[in-house]
């Protein structure tokens, strides 16, 4: 795994992000390398996880190229090149079920 995704995940981690999902488009997407999918239980919580992966990215030099949420927001995506980075509100992650879109592409389960 490369530096960034590990970044990603470890901060998540610490973070108390639920369920840190891995996603492997290496080979399949010039996009991007790599989804991260990670969810909490508030509005609150999603939020403060995703300052803290940015200001973690910027810390260590890796550029956030778009951030997108509103006030509201229970999906935010951070986009930093390489790894695409999804947070949820709990339940709006099962809604949206993105591991089933991508299941053959999963690397950590």
């Known amino acids: 795994m490369s530096k960034l995704l590990n970044l ?3 901060t998540l ?5 639920n369920d840190i999902v891995v996603v492997d488009f290496k ?7 790599f989804f991260v999918i990670a969810d909490a239980p508030s509005l609150r919580q999603i ?3 995703a300052d803290d992966v940015i200001e973690a990215l910027e810390k260590e030099g890796y550029a956030v190229k778009h951030v997108e949420r509103e006030r509201e927001s229970t999906w ?3 986009d930093a090149s390489d790894v695409v980075i999804h947070l949820f509100l709990t339940e709006e992650r099962t809604h949206y079920n993105l ?6 592409y999963i690397i950590n389960d």
């Not at 981690?13 to 992000?17: F, G, R």
């Not at 080979?27 to 390398?33: K, V």
């Not at 591991?99 to 053959?104: A, D, F, N, R, V």
């Open 76 to 78: 935010i995506l951070i």
């Open 47 to 49: 939020n403060a996880i």
């Open 99 to 104: 591991e089933k879109l991508y299941q053959g």
């Open 27 to 33: 080979r399949e997407n010039s996009l991007c390398d």
């Open 13 to 17: 981690d610490n973070k108390k992000a």
């Open 8 to 10: 990603v995940t470890e």
